[in-house]
């Protein structure tokens, strides 16, 4: 079928020209004239021919097209990304004296408040942690300008002109702040980032610690 060019965005791919290369079956010379196993043939190479147009119109590898189930099933036989809950959990711990209110926790004992949450990915979320980790036009190479144009393709609902300026990377260490400027702190996926920077979901180098902090009011 029809391959793939990695580098090439997928709306690309929506209208693919018929295939028309034919790998039909035939008959041995001797039996040409045999007018029952002709009409066999015939039938085989018409239902393959059917077979392979419906498979074709499927354009399983452009996975912007699939949704739900179909879509778990692309990520994750063709570029192996299984569709994850994003889980956080955050344990407070509190003791000491002068530190609560009187009567809400003796002196020299402790108390844990426990926060968490679960979020299921959409399909729209998933076509982005699908997106970040299969894109390779940016190249192999972790550099700021290219944390920059992912970060800015995923914060965004299309690619055209990236302002790398309304991102502000800050490496100190081996922690990266990442900072929204702009309009990028409206992002309708800027918790979802969060999210995938904390769960590890989308691909960055591990010797790295990434986090996501905004700024307001600038």
Same mark, same amino acid.
């Given at each position: ?66 949704? %739900? ?26 003791? %000491? ?122």
């Amino acid at each position: 079928m029809t391959s793939v060019l990695w580098g090439t965005e997928m709306s690309d791919y929506v209208n693919i020209p018929p295939y028309t290369h034919k790998l039909y079956m035939y008959l041995y010379l001797q039996w040409k004239e045999d007018e029952n196993l002709n009409a066999f043939v015939n039938v085989h190479n018409e239902t393959t021919d059917r077979y392979l147009d419906e498979i074709r119109k499927l354009n399983i590898p452009n996975y912007k097209t699939k949704n %739900g189930k179909f879509l778990d099933y692309v990520a994750k036989n063709l570029y192996g990304i299984s569709r994850k809950p994003l889980l956080n959990a955050q344990t407070i711990v509190e003791m %000491g004296i002068n530190i609560d209110d009187p009567n809400t926790i003796s002196p020299n004992d402790a108390k844990i408040l426990s926060n968490s949450f679960r979020h299921e990915i959409t399909d729209i979320e998933f076509k982005k942690i699908i997106e970040w980790n299969v894109y390779r036009e940016d190249g192999f190479h972790f550099t700021i300008p290219w944390l920059k144009r992912r970060l800015y393709r995923f914060l965004s609902y299309n690619s055209g002109d990236m302002d790398m300026n309304s991102i502000s990377i800050v490496a100190e260490n081996r922690k990266i702040t990442i900072m929204l400027l702009n309009d990028l702190q409206k992002s309708p996926y800027r918790e979802l980032l969060k999210g995938v920077l904390l769960n590890k979901t989308i691909n960055l180098p591990f010797m790295f610690e990434f986090e996501l902090e905004d700024i307001v009011n600038v």
